[in-house]
């Protein structure tokens, strides 16, 4: 798989608290991992195409950061197919974040609007998004799965640093239905 390297990262082909509570983001992959609370209340939802502040719907039990950027074709390639599984994600109480690497505020929003993306998107002044944003390898687009207590699920990184979405997104429609702590799941 070839990656090319596209302004500041890489462009690649290939129960949870409820919403007033905190949601534990893990700041490293690597060892044991230490987790730093961000308000479950701090997100943004596109509704008519405009910025709403929002909440992490109180049934959510993974979370999955997508990692995208508007400037990056395999991210605009890849979007349509994460719009089209949401809802399926949904039912298994998955909740996607968005987790910008545009360098805007403003192109970050226009990729999420012209993406139609139905999910949550971290605030562009949230300090977290720096943190967030290193979670994941350079290559984009990336899905990184967070269990209830910020645990790495699943990850679209490999360790050479590629990112394959596509498999993680399969991975998280089929295992979380086989997880127990999913309600209506069979193990």
Do not use: N, Q
């Amino acid at each position: 798989m070839s990656t090319a390297r596209v302004a500041r990262g890489r462009c690649s082909s290939g129960s949870m608290p409820r919403s007033s509570a905190l949601l534990a983001i893990p700041l490293a992959l690597a060892g044991p991992a230490r987790a730093e609370p961000v308000p479950g209340d701090r997100f943004v939802r596109l509704e008519r195409g405009r910025p709403r502040t929002a909440a992490l719907p109180p049934d959510t039990r993974v979370v999955a950061l997508y990692y995208g950027a508007s400037w990056c074709g395999p991210c605009r390639a890849f979007a349509p197919e994460l719009v089209a599984a949401y809802p399926a994600l949904r039912a298994r109480r998955v909740e996607v974040v968005f987790v910008s690497d545009d360098a805007t505020c403003r192109a970050a929003l226009d990729y999420a609007r012209a993406s139609r993306m139905p999910w949550l998107l971290l605030p562009c002044d949230d300090g977290h998004r720096t943190r967030l944003r290193r979670l994941g390898a350079a290559a984009l687009p990336g899905l990184l799965a967070l269990d209830r207590d910020g645990r790495v699920l699943t990850s679209s990184w490999d360790a050479r640093g590629t990112s394959s979405p596509r498999r993680t997104l399969r991975a998280l429609l089929t295992e979380t239905s086989a997880r127990k702590d999913v309600p209506g799941a069979t193990r």
